[in-house]
């Protein structure tokens, strides 16, 4: 590999991505004016190599998939993207073909998802690949959802579908067993690929003006529903007969039905859940359908402290061991 500078690396691989508050990445900092009556929403995640993603997985949807966790974020808050910081830390063998494929996938989705590139930091590093992104969206003042404010009655809502990601890591780690032999080439296919490029749902935005609460799906959904529960103070019933499921997922719990507790608990859906007062789940099904987003009314929201009540697809109550992914 031919050595280059951190500035010819930045300048060859990242400023073509980087919008006017960059200032084309030749200062210390970027500078970014906020909408008047808008309010900053920042959000970071950092993800590591044989942690969040495997090393040998293709570079453009390594960088495709850090930006659109991040993003994830931003659309559960109901913000509108507008820029983002990379910390890039890169270990000693990298390849110039490899980073050109990995910013020209950062590149697309930052001109997909209009949020270009702001700034950040390159490093080098003696262990695995680590990547970690700022991002940063302009709500209305006063507008940012938050995951704490659910309240009793509402109806609890979850878009896209939910357990994908998680049966295609199973697959990718070559856990599945004979389920997934069973599967076809498309089913497999579709699995590995929720797993490798989240949908963040920015199109929810105008939806969301309807909820009291919301957060993204990052850790299980089990788990991240009891956090919104616990942290708004009150609980909820979760009906798992009412999942929207992908056909895929749908064909693995045909051939193996303790897959139910992957589906719950497994991470890396970056859906949207959110918690909405009877009176405004038509309109908010409507706004979510003319966005061509799918939502789909999964419980409720329940007055107290009790744990989350669980229900099975056949009307019995259910407790798993774990409910989400643990970093720790």
């Avoid at 900053?40 to 930006?67: N, Q």
């Avoid at 990718?172 to 949908?199: E, N, V």
């Avoid at 789909?296 to 056949?314: K, R």
């Amino acid at each position: 590999m031919t050595q280059v500078s951190e500035d010819d690396l930045i300048a060859r691989f990242f400023a073509p991505l980087a919008g006017p508050a960059a200032l084309e990445l030749r200062d210390d900092a970027g500078l970014l004016g906020v909408s008047a009556g808008q309010e900053l929403v920042l959000t970071k995640d950092a993800l590591v190599a044989g942690v969040h993603f495997f090393a040998d997985d293709p570079p453009a949807s390594i960088a495709r998939k850090a930006l659109r966790v991040n993003l994830s974020d931003l659309a559960a808050k109901r913000s509108r993207p507008v820029g983002f910081l990379l910390g890039l830390v890169l270990p000693a063998a990298w390849t110039t073909d490899w980073l050109q494929a990995f910013a020209e996938g950062l590149g697309e989705d930052a001109a997909r998802f209009a949020c270009p590139l702001i700034g950040g930091d390159t490093v080098s590093t003696p262990g695995p690949l680590c990547l970690s992104i700022t991002a940063l969206g302009e709500v209305p003042a006063a507008a940012m959802l938050r995951r704490t404010t659910a309240r009793p009655g509402d109806i609890i809502y979850c878009s896209g579908t939910i357990g994908d990601a998680a049966l295609g890591l199973r697959l990718r780690q070559s856990t599945g067993g004979d389920w997934s032999s069973s599967l076809t080439g498309a089913d497999r296919a579709h699995l590995l690929d929720r797993y490798l490029h989240p949908q963040p749902r920015l199109g929810l935005r105008t939806a969301l003006l309807a909820a009291h609460a919301g957060m993204d799906v990052s850790d299980g959904l089990v788990g991240d529903l009891t956090k919104m529960m616990r942290g708004s103070g009150v609980s909820a019933r979760l009906d798992l007969g009412r999942l929207s499921l992908s056909n895929a997922a749908k064909a693995a719990l045909r051939i193996d039905a303790d897959l139910l507790e992957t589906i719950a608990t497994g991470g890396d859906d970056y859906e949207i859940i959110a918690t909405v007062p009877p009176v405004a789940a038509k309109g908010f099904e409507g706004a979510a359908g003319r966005a061509g987003i799918l939502v789909t009314a999964i419980g409720e929201v329940l007055d107290g402290s009790d744990p989350l009540d669980i229900v099975g697809p056949d009307g019995s109550t259910i407790t798993f061991a774990k409910g989400s992914y643990s970093h720790y």
